[in-house]
C-alpha cells in the first residue's frame, strides 16, 4: 500500500514562529504536493515538487515556502505564522501523470 | 483558469436513497476528471477517475461518466449507506506535466439510518 505520512495531526504555534510540516511517501514518487484546506473552498494548492531539489508554485504560494532536498521527503515551512494560515494542511504523492495519494493531513491552529 | 463547481452542500439523505452530487468543470484542453472522497478524520482517498471524454468511472457502487458536452461529470449511487458519509471532492487535472489537481469546493454527505 502507498503510505503517505505527516509528521503531526494538530500543531498549535504562535503568531511570527517559524513553522515546519513534514511529508515523507515510500512510494518513490516523483511529484509531491502541499495544499491547504478550508471549508467552502476546498483544496488549494500551495507548492509542488517534480524532482528533488525543483519546486514550483501553485495558486496560493504567499506566506509558504519548501524544501525538497530528498526524493521521499517534502518540507511546508511557514517562514513566519499567522492567523490567517490557521488551516489543514494536506500533501500528496504522485507518479508523472498518475493519481495522487494524499496523507491523514496536520490541522494547524496559529495563535 | 481551470475551475470546478460541485452542487453546494450539505446533503442529508436516507439510507438506500438515490444519490446525486453534480460537479461541472471549465477547462482549456481535456482534462482527466476525479471524484475523492474524504472520510472523517482522514485524508482524501480516490473513488474514481476517467480520462476521456464518455468514460465511466464506476468504483464501490459509484459511477460516473465524463460528457464533453456538457462539461460535466456527476457523481451517482444508487443505494446509499450509512458508511458513506463523507466529504466528496470533484477534480479535474492537465493532462500532462506533473498532473496539478485542481479542485471544487467538496459536498459533504450525511446518511440516517
Known amino acids: 500500500d502507498v503510505k503517505v505520512t505527516q509528521s503531526s495531526r494538530y500543531l498549535v504555534k504562535r503568531t511570527g514562529e517559524k513553522v515546519f510540516l513534514e511529508c515523507v511517501q515510500d512510494m518513490d514518487h516523483e511529484n509531491m504536493f502541499w495544499y491547504r484546506q478550508d471549508p467552502g473552498l476546498g483544496l488549494r494548492l500551495i507548492y509542488f515538487s517534480y524532482d528533488v531539489k525543483m519546486k514550483e508554485k501553485g495558486d496560493i504560494p504567499e506566506g509558504y515556502s519548501v524544501s525538497r532536498e530528498k526524493k521521499e521527503r517534502f518540507s511546508l515551512i511557514l517562514e513566519s505564522a499567522s492567523t490567517n494560515q490557521t488551516s489543514m494542511y494536506l500533501c500528496a504523492s504522485s507518479f508523472p501523470g498518475r493519481e495522487q495519494f494524499f496523507g491523514p493531513g496536520t490541522r494547524l491552529t496559529v495563535l | 483558469g481551470d475551475s470546478v463547481t460541485q452542487m453546494e452542500g450539505p446533503v442529508t439523505l436516507s439510507e438506500e436513497a438515490f444519490l446525486t452530487i453534480n460537479c461541472t468543470y471549465t477547462?482549456?484542453?481535456?482534462?482527466?476528471l476525479f471524484w475523492y472522497v474524504q472520510y472523517p478524520g482522514e485524508g482524501l482517498q480516490l473513488l474514481l477517475k476517467a480520462t476521456k471524454a464518455d468514460d465511466k468511472g464506476s468504483n464501490k457502487g459509484f459511477e460516473a461518466t465524463y460528457r464533453k458536452e456538457t462539461t460535466s461529470f456527476h457523481l451517482e449511487k444508487g443505494s446509499v449507506q450509512v458508511s458513506d458519509s463523507a466529504v466528496y471532492f470533484c477534480a479535474l487535472s492537465d493532462v500532462g506535466g506533473a498532473q496539478k489537481l485542481v479542485f471544487g469546493q467538496g459536498t459533504r454527505l450525511t446518511i440516517n439510518p
Open positions: 477547462a482549456t484542453g481535456y482534462p482527466s
